[in-house]
Each structure stands twice: as C-alpha cells, then as structure tokens.
T-cell receptor, first 109, second 115 residues
C-alpha cells in the first residue's frame, strides 16, 4: 500500500531552527508538497519538490531525495506564528495525492 | 472575494436531518474537491469534479451526495449521517487535474458534528 510517515508533534523554541521529516512509499512519484494549516484555517501551499535537492523560500526550505523516499521541511528563525500543522503529500503515478497525517509544530517563547 | 469560501463554518445536525455544505471559488479553476479531515488522520479524498463532471468517488457512502452545478460551485448534501461522520470537511480547487505541480487552494472547512 501507499504510505506517508511524518512525526505527530514537534516542539521548538522561538528563534531556533526545526526540521520536519517526511518519508514515503508510493506507486510512482510526480512530486512532493508541503502545506501549512493553522488551527481552524485552510491548509495553504508552502512548497513543491519534484527533483532532488533543496528549494529555499525565505525562512522555509524543502529538501527531497527520491532514491531514499525522503523529504524534510526546514524552518529557520522560528516565530510564534509558525505554530501550525505541516502536511506532507506525494503525488503518485496516477496523479493522486497521498497525504500524511500532519505534524503539529508547537513554538515556545 | 477571492479564494475558496465554504459555508457554513460550523454545523450540528441529528442523524435524521438533511443539510448541505457549500463551496465557492473565484479563482477560475477547473477542478474542485471534497476532503474529509479527522484528527490525527491523513486527509481523505471524497469526490473530485473536473469541468463540472465527477471524475472520482472514493467509495464514499451514499449518505454523502455531491453536486457541482458549475465550475465555481460545489455542494455536499448530507442525510442520515452517523456520529463517526463528525469531522472537518474541506473543499479545494486547482487549475487542472493530472499535472505534477497541481497546487490545491483550500477553503477553511465546515466543522460538522453529528449527534
């Protein structure tokens, strides 16, 4: 079967760096997405990786290794507003999105 | 208003009630989706519409009935629901289907409680 694994919850300190990992086993691969979802709000798109390597967007970066079935989202200079759930999703060979259960990130002052 | 708008934001209903969830997008997207989000579980895809035509029904019970009158509006009609159907129902849209960089734009969801 198809599966996405990510930690259920992580805690980090304001100003620090945190890395949220995502591993996947899917039928084919057409890209990996990260979404951010604040409590009670819509998930919003953060990043899309289809080739190996690191994509940087301001304080957020996303890394992909297709051979290892692995990605991470790196958040730098953490702010309180970064407290949210982070959803990892992989698009399989049929262009279906397979979702992880999300990682709840708690930022402490 | 831009983006994806869902109404109502909160809904409480009994198992014998009939209610509907509404979704509207003003992004000019051709594809619309219904997802179910339960605590600590992955998003579950329920239905997909592309150019108003249903392209996916993920073995969803018939007590959930979708309707897509045009590319901008999507409804989810609910009847004789069960308590385990209580969840957040998310609507999303995307430009197209079947491409890799298919970014979804989500609504804020309708929180459904079935008593």
């Amino acid at each position: 079967g198809q599966n996405i694994d990510q930690p259920t919850e992580m805690t980090a300190t304001e100003g620090a760096i945190v890395q949220i990992n995502c591993t996947y086993q899917t039928s084919g691969f057409n890209g990996l997405f990260w979404y951010q979802q604040h409590a009670g709000e819509a998930p919003t798109f953060l990043s899309y990786n289809v080739l190996d390597g690191l994509e940087e967007k301001g304080r957020f970066s996303s890394f992909l290794s297709r051979s290892k079935g692995y990605s991470y989202l790196l958040l730098k200079e953490l702010q309180m507003k970064d407290s949210a759930s982070y959803l990892c999703a992989v698009m399989d060979s049929n262009y279906q999105l397979i979702w992880g259960a999300g990682t709840k990130l708690i930022i402490k002052p | 208003e831009t983006g994806v708008t869902q109404t109502p934001r909160h809904l409480v209903m009994g198992m014998t009630n009939k209610k509907s969830l509404k979704c509207e997008q003003h992004l000019g997207h051709n594809a619309m989706y219904w997802y179910k989000q339960s605590a600590k579980k992955p998003l579950e895809l329920m239905f997909v519409y592309n150019f108003k035509e249903q392209t996916e029904n993920n073995s969803v019970p018939s007590r959930f009935s979708p309707e897509c009158p045009n590319s901008s509006h999507l409804f989810l009609h609910l009847h004789t629901l069960q308590p385990e159907d209580s969840a957040l129902y998310l609507c999303a849209s995307s430009q197209d289907l079947g491409s890799g960089a298919n970014v979804l734009t989500f609504g804020a969801g309708s929180r459904l409680t079935v008593l």
